[in-house]
């Protein structure tokens, strides 16, 4: 009988300790699988918290157009041509890298561009707007001669598609601008003006061509 108990005792022994060593295993299972879900849920995480930063960079309005801009093009006859431009709508101002700008992340109201001859300065980043539409827009500083003005805003006043406002910090008199193109002339009679306005209203350079230039801002 005492040698059957212990036979018993022993074999019980073994089963515990069988059973400890699958527990043992099992446990060291769990946690190895513990490690690599929190890897990559770490990992999800970090992935997700920088893509929700670069959201939130890119539709929080920030001070900055978010893509980098491409190097103007000067042509034998002086207009300036950029490559492709960010059509971002943002909530706050861009830091346009040229005055007036040609294009890039804007506002997404427009100025009203339907032959609208303003008298003080325009919000950039709406009047970038109106050149994605197509439009040309006239601009001029404290140089300029009041002769040309005039003739110039007579012409803006009878196209479709275009804007003139002011821009104090401009380095020229006179300058046109298009989406991605953009010149100096030296006044209304100069032809590149009627070349500028032939070419580039609703031009093939226009992002949005047929968009309204009208139910947009005005001062």
């Not at 380095?171 to 601008?177: C, F, I």
Request: glycine share 8%; proline share 5%.
């Amino acid at each position: 009988m005492g040698s059957a108990k212990n036979t018993s005792n022993a074999s019980r022994k073994a089963r515990i300790e069988e059973m400890r060593r699958a527990d043992r295993v099992r446990e060291r299972r769990g946690r190895a699988v513990t490690v690599a879900v929190s890897a990559v849920v770490v990992a999800a995480l970090g992935v997700g918290g920088f893509v929700l930063f670069s959201k939130a960079s890119d539709d929080d309005g920030s001070s900055t157009d978010s893509k980098a801009w491409p190097a103007a093009k000067v042509n034998a006859d002086g207009e300036k041509v950029w490559g492709k431009l960010g059509r971002t709508h943002v909530s706050k101002k861009v830091d346009y890298p040229m005055t007036p700008p040609v294009g890039g992340d804007h506002n997404q109201v427009w100025m009203n561009c339907n032959g609208d001859v303003y008298k003080k300065e325009l919000p950039e980043v709406n009047a970038v707007h109106s050149l994605e539409h197509g439009a040309v827009w006239v601009t001029y500083n404290d140089k300029a001669k009041p002769a040309d003005l005039k003739k110039l805003a007579a012409k803006v006043k009878a196209t479709p598609y275009s804007l003139m406002s002011p821009v104090k910090d401009q380095k020229d008199p006179v300058m046109l601008t298009a989406w991605a193109h953009q010149r100096t002339v030296t006044g209304a009679d100069d032809p590149k003006v009627k070349e500028f306005f032939s070419k580039y209203v609703q031009g093939k350079q226009t992002p949005e061509p047929g968009a309204a230039c009208t139910n947009g801002m005005a001062q």
